[in-house]
């Protein structure tokens, strides 16, 4: 039975950080490329980043130089660590198993409840 698993949201001042993890099981952690999405109320859901099982990983525009993915395969564990945020950062964070570099919905293998992120002004 596959489990994904999302948490560490949570409501930051803007400028503040916060750190998610996604803990998966019931497939092939290590093989699987990892990604983080999101979705704002109102909003189609939108690749924040992708991290292969094996290379560099890929960030959204919105994404790039505040926010790092990692990735700890012993450990089945995707972590998403988010600095410098902004009020347009809340969104519900999924965790996603089999993301791309496109980072596109339609090719997600496996998707996780969500967690919420909210940065206030």
């Known amino acids: 039975q596959v489990q994904v698993v999302e948490s560490g949201g949570g409501l930051v001042q803007a400028g503040g950080s916060l750190r998610l993890s996604c803990t998966a099981s019931?497939?092939?952690?290590?093989?699987?490329?990892m990604g983080w999405f999101r979705q704002a109320p109102g909003k189609e859901r939108e690749g924040v980043s992708c991290?292969?099982?094996?290379?560099?990983?890929r960030y959204a525009d919105s994404a790039k130089g505040r926010f790092t993915v990692s990735r700890d395969n012993p450990k089945n564990t995707l972590y998403l660590q988010m600095d410098s945020l902004k009020p347009e950062d809340t969104a519900m964070y999924y965790c996603?198993?089999?993301?791309?570099?496109?980072?596109?919905?339609?090719?997600?293998?496996?998707w996780g409840q969500g967690t919420q992120v909210t940065v206030s002004s």
């Open positions: 996603a198993a089999g993301c791309t570099g496109r980072m596109s919905v339609g090719e997600i293998h496996y």
């Open positions: 019931g497939f092939a952690f290590a093989s699987y490329n």
């Open positions: 991290i292969p099982w094996s290379g560099a990983a």
